[in-house]
């Protein structure tokens, strides 16, 4: 009498990195947000490659995003890193986490429109504070008032990031938990299509 073999399901991972395609899954959103912890860890589950957009330009650049920033100033730096995203876009399918400012830019984002899904990792002004406040190395909070300067970023750029394809929350969770909610948002918004379709 032979065995029966029961097919074993797919695992989360599985079903969304064939959600995913040939396409890219880009994370957006502000810093502290988790885009490079969660990014990596969802990666791993679908068995793609990480970029962190932010050490590529250091990478290229040989110099850091503070440096950058103080040596060439934010504009020059934005040209930058639509640059080094749209080329990491062009060959995928593979998990990119962006800088804070990225999809702010607006060539930036249409290549990231162009070439990917957006995800974008939401978090309360507490938990970015708690997050950023630790370390000294954003240049965009070198100022009097850091938590107020983050406030004010929150208040310009979440109604830009609201255009992100996805939007997952994150918050003082457990890791998995989030890069769960992440996948499952892959397989909910490839399931029912691109916005243009609702």
Known sequence: MSDIIFPVAPTLGERARAALGRRNLVFVGLMGAGKSAIGRMTAAQLGLPFIDT???????????ISELFAAYGEEEFRALETR????????????????????????????????????????????LWERVNKR????????????????????????????????????????????NEVLEAIIEYTGKGSKNDE
Do not use: C
């Open 84 to 127: 080094v995203i749209k080329r990491l876009l062009r060959s995928g399918p593979r998990v990119v986490s962006t800088g804070g400012g990225a999809f702010i830019n607006e060539k930036t984002r249409k290549q990231i429109e162009r070439g990917g899904i957006s995800i974008w990792l939401k978090a309360d002004l507490e938990v």
């Open 54 to 64: 932010d050490t590529e330009i250091e990478r290229v650049s040989r110099m850091t």
């Open 136 to 179: 000294d190395h954003r240049p965009l909070l070198k100022t009097e008032n850091p938590k107020q300067t983050l406030e004010n970023l929150m208040n310009q750029r979440y109604p830009v990031y609201e255009l992100a394809d996805m939007t997952v929350h994150s918050r003082d969770e457990r890791k998995e938990t989030i890069v």
